[in-house]
């Protein structure tokens, strides 16, 4: 993927040397919208107990978060490092879309997420993570939080390494950014409450796919504008396949059961993903009326 030439964006907090980034304090589960690396510990820890993810991660719950601990220094400027200097030309390139893209799709003006980058554990709006957890969005307070750690993760041991698969991982985050201003996650999980746990359990994969969609339209745009280079789009797929709720079942032993699913299949993530880049529009992204 051809990034390097991208500007960088300003709107980064780089909390990696920050005494809670470093595992101070203990890292827990974060309550708010978990994003694709999420479901790579998680699933497999529910899995392993035979419970339903949604229960370990009471995504479905009407939470009021708790205050941030603010037990951190005043953020740095980010470093000069080669993984934030993707991160940040990734968020930029995302602001410059959906700054178009968005007020086309919603008729108002885009909000810019902050990226928050942080080392080991951290403590947001929606409360604890570890780094375990890989990258997620909290609504609480409109940030996306990464460990810049998991993209060696993803390649090392998921198998899908690459700009573009790393690429993807934000863009999918910034997908729950997009569903949050427009207020469809919010409408999600009012309608989860009149729910049983299956039917919920699957608005909150049919959730997750419209992210993947939408980074998919974010991809349209990137190769509109020849950022991609040859095997990139496979790569970005390699990645959704990886991380397919029955790829990480039948990877931790346990039969394939689309009930506990939390993301969708490796099939359906690799679908919506796919559906976003040849379309590039939001509207194709309409996950809840796919059956």
């Known amino acids: 993927m051809r990034w390097q030439d991208l500007r960088r964006s300003d ?3 780089d909390h990696r040397n920050d005494e809670t980034s470093n595992g101070t304090s203990s890292g827990g ?12 510990v998680v699933g497999v820890i529910s899995l392993l107990l035979g419970q339903n993810p949604l229960q370990v991660l009471g995504l479905i719950a009407n939470h009021t978060p708790p205050a941030p601990v603010t037990r951190h220094v005043p953020a740095q400027h980010p470093a000069k490092d080669p993984a934030s200097e993707f991160a940040r030309s990734i968020l930029a390139s995302t602001e ?29 709006a ?63 999980h009012q309608k989860q409450q009149q729910l049983s746990k299956k039917q919920a359990n699957a608005l909150s994969v049919k959730l997750e796919l419209q992210a993947d969609c939408l980074a998919g339209v974010w991809g349209y745009y990137a190769a509109q504008n020849k950022r991609l280079e040859p095997g990139d789009i496979e790569a970005g797929l390699a990645a959704a396949n990886a991380i397919g709720d029955d790829t990480l079942q039948r990877s931790a032993g346990r039969a394939v059961t689309p009930d506990a699913f939390t993301h969708g299949s490796s099939a359906q993530r690799m679908y919506w993903f796919k559906q976003g880049l040849e379309s590039g529009a939001v ?3 309409n996950t809840f009326s796919a059956k």
Do not use: T
């Not at 410059?96 to 947001?124: C, H, M, Q, T």
């Not at 998991?150 to 390494?161: S, W």
């Open 283 to 285: 509207n194709s992204c």
């Open 29 to 40: 589960l974060p309550l708010g919208q978990l994003g694709i690396g999420g479901v790579l």
């Open 11 to 13: 709107n980064v907090e």
């Open 126 to 188: 929606c409360g604890s993570a570890s780094s375990a957890m890989g990258p997620f969005y909290c609504p609480a307070d409109k940030k996306v939080y990464i460990d810049l750690s998991f993209y060696d993760e993803l390649a090392k041991r998921y198998g899908a390494p690459g700009d573009f698969a790393n690429a993807y991982v934000l863009a999918h985050e910034i997908g729950h950014h997009v569903q949050n201003l427009s207020g469809i996650s919010g409408k999600v």
């Open 96 to 124: 410059d879309v959906w700054n178009k893209a968005y007020p086309e799709a919603f008729g108002s003006a885009y909000i810019r997420p902050k990226l928050y980058l942080f080392r080991n554990a951290v403590e947001s």
